[in-house]
């Protein structure tokens, strides 16, 4: 079998798909994207097709290999949510080439179903609180929420009250129960962070999310020692060199590896076996299409210690189109109980809507980040 056509389509809302054809039929998708960057990602990905054009699809290590290696300068966000969609695509073909889902091929899958957790979102404590309480009732067990908008560097204390506020009655709503992620999205620093994961100790979050970005991963240490919260980081780390000394350091304990960001299904799968080899958590990082979410359900399936999937459906981001737009097999991503199924069709077990792909990537989308700014005017995280 080799290797004939790859061919990118940019859809709504925020996504990237590629699709790889063989000469033998066989066709597999991967989604490699950046959010905002989603442009230069597929120009990434145009320049590894030179050399994949012609080769066997089957032998993914050695693809991984060559496309990380065989250029001197490596690594990053472009480079590796490139390789990343590519090698989701890869392993959907050598699934479908043996009639096996990729988690068979992986080992054979550990679990059933895992756990799953739904964004909320809202404009004031009230909405939020409502809600959280609509997505309990809906099913999940846990939930994620922005922990912090723009902050200073060093803050006033009625930011962090605002913040303890906005928690604490997502907390009264849903009960002691449910899992709760507050997620600080790198918009806190050093100063205010150490106060705020103190300030939010009663409230026993399932974790908080990125307290610093993680080149400031130093500070991990001081927050460590103000609190017992776990502490989940890792959605803008690229590879395993990246993971290695946050795993050393020994602070984090919940990685967040992007299968659209971090290598694809190749990678995630060795990064997921460092962070068991440290006794720390795998929650992967997934706001984004299905392909992405199928892949991050395969390593999940053969991976330990994997507790909870991070998915999109019906998050603001996914305004206009929700991931099962673009799959024929909708029954796919069976939730329940506050758990979704592992998929158990060849390949990553979806079935792309290619006439669909085709019709909305005429539209495409230019999506950016927000850019905030601080009361002083000065440009702030988001």
Known sequence: MKITKLTTYIVPPRWLFLKI????????????????????????????????IGKDPLMIEDHWQVMYRGGFYRGGAIHMSALAGIDQALWDIKGKAYGQPVHALLGGQVRDRIKVYSWIGGDRPADVARNARNIVASGFKALK???????????????????VATIGTVRDAVGPHIGIGADFHGRVHRPMAKVL????????????????LSENREALKEIANHC??????????????????????GYVDILQPDLSHAGGITECRKIAAMAEAYDVALAPHCPLGPIALAACLQIDAVSYNAFIQEQ???IHYNKGNDILDYISNKEVFQYADGFV???????????V????????AKEGHRWRNPVWRHADGSVAEW
């Open 228 to 249: 017992s919260t776990p502490i989940a980081l890792g959605e803008r780390l690229y590879s395993r060199w990246d993971f290695k000394s946050v795993l050393a350091d």
């Open 341 to 351: 199924s592992i998929p158990q069709g060849p390949g990553l077990g979806i079935e």
């Open 145 to 163: 929420l922005n922990g912090a908008e723009e902050m200073q560097i060093v803050d006033s204390n009625d930011k962090i009250d605002a913040i």
């Open 21 to 52: 054809e063989t000469d033998e039929g066989i066709v597999g998708w991967g989604e490699p994207v950046v959010e905002g960057r989603a442009l230069t990602v597929e120009a990434a990905v145009h320049e590894l097709a030179d050399y994949l």
């Open 312 to 314: 999109s459906l019906g």
């Open 197 to 212: 994961a103190r300030e939010l100790e009663p409230f026993r979050l399932m974790f908080i999310e990125e307290p610093v």
């Open 353 to 360: 809507d290619e006439a669909y792909v085709i019709e909305r």
